[in-house]
Structures are given as C-alpha cells and as structure tokens.
C-alpha cells in the first residue's frame, strides 16, 4: 500500500500563508492523483483540492484563489499552498491518492489511500 506524510502543518495568524507537504513512499507516485481534504471540528470531511496525473488542479470553491496544489513526482511529493489564510480554514488537513487515468474525484470515496493528516490552526 501506498503510505503518505502529511507535515507542515502549524499555527498562522490570519492573512498568512502556510505550505503543507505529502511525502509518499511509493515508486509509482506519478501514477496516482493526489487529493487534499479537511477536517474542521464538528464538521465532515471536506474535497480542498485535487491534482491529476497529469498536474491539473481542481479546488473547491471555499479555497479557490487562495490555495495552489502542485506535484514534483521525482520528489513523490504534492503540496498545498495556502495563502491568506482565513480562520475558518482551521482543520486537520490530510492528503490522499486516488488511481483515477484522468481527472480527479472531488469525493473521498474513490481515493485508495490516505495521510494522518496535519493540524492547521488559523488566529483570528
């Protein structure tokens, strides 16, 4: 199975900016695409954004403009750019690889394997 470190994590003031990374230990990392969901307490996990196989992004709404999700496969790593940070975006983050050819999935369902997830913490 395809194991994944989620580090980064941290507390941040309001407007800044933090960068998450997922190491994944796994040969075929490129063959994977690569998702970063939430979990903000009291609430379900929620789709943040999603790389393809091909380095195509997709982000929820909530993010969008905020966030920038890239990929070095010679790295076997995806990241999570988040930039001016708002309180509400205060979670566990964790990421995810899903063996979708194209595309990505925006719900948790498809994705095969997953990171323990990182503390982000938001000041207001």
């Known amino acids: 199975q395809v194991q994944l470190v989620e580090s980064g994590g941290g507390l941040v003031q309001a407007g800044g900016s933090l960068r998450l990374s997922c190491a994944a230990s796994?040969?075929?990392?490129?063959?994977?695409?690569m998702g970063w969901f939430r979990r903000a307490a009291g609430k379900e996990r929620e789709f943040v954004g999603a790389i393809s196989r091909g380095g195509f992004a997709t982000y929820a709404d909530s993010v969008k403009g905020r966030f920038t999700i890239s990929r070095d496969n010679a790295k076997s790593t995806v990241y999570l750019q988040m930039n001016s940070l708002k309180p509400e975006d205060t979670a566990v983050y964790y990421c995810?690889?899903?063996?979708?050819?194209?595309?990505?999935?925006?719900?948790?369902?498809?994705?095969?394997?997953w990171g323990q997830g990182t503390q982000v913490t938001v000041a207001s």
């Open positions: 796994e040969r075929t990392f490129g063959s994977y695409a």
């Open positions: 995810a690889a899903d063996r979708i050819l194209r595309g990505v999935h925006t719900t948790e369902a498809p994705y095969d394997y």
